[in-house]
């Protein structure tokens, strides 16, 4: 492979960076990529707006790969580089990306989240290091503690930053900005710019170049979107039975609102013979990869998961994602959906709604621009006719398929309706209860008393954001950035 008529040859990165871009087999950058990296190399803060899939790790994590290239004159153990995430599993992704393009310049890389235990942690900050990725809330309580020296820090990314906002991070984010060197580069990717993260990125960041890739209306061009209305729990269990038999399935992510709905509609799928898995922030971080991992190799089919994994999964196979449950935030929608359909694939997003969803569902319409038509598979139709979202009458249309007549009964278990197909022809992965008897130097994952707990405080901070996290401690009390 040539990089003689390469788009990256012409953005000026360092020979040993564009080696191992070309040996991943990369020759043409995206636009995102093209329009980023100049303007990170020239050495300005940046806030852009990119959707997932666009190759937005590689626009930020080339460039400050590049920093690296030049040696450092001081010889603190310390980060050069700091990247800010909201969850481990993109945390994991960014890792991964700069140490396949650093390979050549042995940038050393470390990734600090949440569910590890703090004496490998510790162990793995007393070592020199160039990258940092990490989830707010565990660097926080490692810079409060001193284990790491920000002295010689010279660019810091935040990834993800509506995400962080979402979840409640940006006062711990705050609270980190203040902790590092005033000279140095801060670059903000979020999917949107608008509202509450656009105020926030001119506070934090220096005269930012501005970039915005996509707008809302053009994105996920190559996703098949569908909506399916359902009557009761059983309907919907049965729904999802036929559409996972399908043959054109290949590896699927159902999303449910809850951590306990996740492990029970697992645990019925497996019973159901398919290979399944359970993804949610309750499990340890050494649960959490090896189930990841089977997922890539392919080992599980059917990954059953709360919004953790609405962002920062990468993987070619999935050719479905199905919302069991609608999320409760139209651009968890976005991000839900953008597992599939990855590296220019089509792939097909099924959404399954009640008629108390339709306010939800008109949510998802007006974010996205996009109209979800009401599908009707023969055999499962609705006792009621799919209800009006835009004031339009919506006729029942899309693709028919020959199946069994429901069963209407009610049932207040996710996976009610679901019939085991032999035993021993499932694969469960590291869901609920085989995880339940590991540990991981951690907190049990799985745990079964989810419905035991006190729902997290819901309330707003003064960045319009709830107070939640997943995947990492909770935010501390709100701030406003000086």
């Known amino acids: 492979m040539s990089f003689e008529n390469s788009s990256f040859e012409k953005l000026g990165l360092d020979p040993a960076i564009l080696r191992a871009v070309e040996e991943s087999g990369y020759t043409v950058a995206t636009p995102i990529q093209e329009q ?42 310390g980060p050069r580089i700091l990247v800010l995430v909201p969850t481990r599993e993109l945390a994991a992704q960014v890792n991964e990306a700069a140490r396949k393009y650093g390979k050549f310049i042995r940038a050393r890389t470390v990734s600090i989240v949440g569910g590890m235990p703090y004496p ?79 105020r926030i990125a001119h506070q ?48 699927v992510i159902v999303f449910t609102s809850t951590k ?11 019973a159901a013979g398919h290979k399944t898995a359970a993804l949610h922030g309750d499990m340890t971080q050494g649960a959490r990869n090896r189930t990841l991992t089977k997922l890539r190799h392919g080992d599980v089919k059917v990954l059953v998961a709360t919004d953790v994994a609405a962002r920062g999964i990468d993987v070619l196979g999935i050719s479905h994602v199905i919302n069991y449950d609608l999320p409760k935030f139209a651009e968890d929608y976005v991000h839900r959906i953008g597992r599939t359909g990855r590296a220019g694939n089509t792939g097909i997003a099924v959404s399954f709604a009640s008629h108390m969803d339709r306010h939800q569902v008109r949510k998802i319409e007006q974010f996205t621009g996009q109209r979800l038509e009401a599908t009707v598979i023969a055999g499962y139709e609705p006792r009621r006719p799919a209800p ?21 009964s009610n049932s207040s278990r996710p996976g009610n309706g679901f019939k085991p197909r032999g035993q021993g022809t499932g694969y469960r992965g590291d869901s609920a209860r ?49």
């Open 36 to 77: 980023a990296i100049p303007e990170i190399l020239a050495g300005h803060d940046l806030m852009a707006s990119a959707q997932t899939g666009t190759g937005k790790t590689a626009a930020f994590a080339l460039p400050a790969l590049n920093l690296l290239a030049t040696p450092h004159p001081s010889k603190s153990r």
């Open 388 to 408: 009006r979202t835009d004031g339009a009458d919506r006729s029942s249309s899309g693709h028919a398929h020959s199946g069994r007549p429901a069963d209407r």
């Open 204 to 251: 934090i960041l220096r005269n930012p170049k501005t970039i915005q890739i996509a707008t809302q209306k053009e994105k996920h061009a190559n996703i098949e979107q569908r909506l399916h209305y359902v009557d009761d729990m059983s309907h919907k269990n049965k729904l999802l039975e036929h559409l996972l038999i399908a043959p054109e399935v290949n590896q």
């Open 120 to 198: 490998l942690q510790n162990k793995l900050l007393s070592q020199p290091l160039d990258i940092l990725v990490a989830t707010p809330g565990r660097l926080l309580d490692h810079m409060e503690r001193g284990r790491i020296d920000m002295s010689r820090l010279q660019m810091l990314i935040l990834d993800e930053a509506d995400r962080m906002l979402d979840m409640g991070f940006m006062p711990d984010v705050e609270r980190i900005c203040n902790a590092l060197p005033k000279e140095r580069q801060t670059l903000l990717f979020s999917a949107t710019l608008d509202g509450n993260i656009g």
């Open 260 to 270: 306990r709905h996740a492990d029970l509609l697992a645990e019925d799928l497996y």
């Open 434 to 482: 085989n995880e339940g008897n590991r540990n991981d130097g951690n907190r049990t994952a799985g745990a079964r008393n989810d419905a035991s707990r006190a729902a997290p405080n819901r309330s707003n901070d003064k960045f319009g954001a709830p107070k939640r996290a997943d995947g990492d401690r909770a935010a501390r009390r709100p701030r406003t950035f000086a």
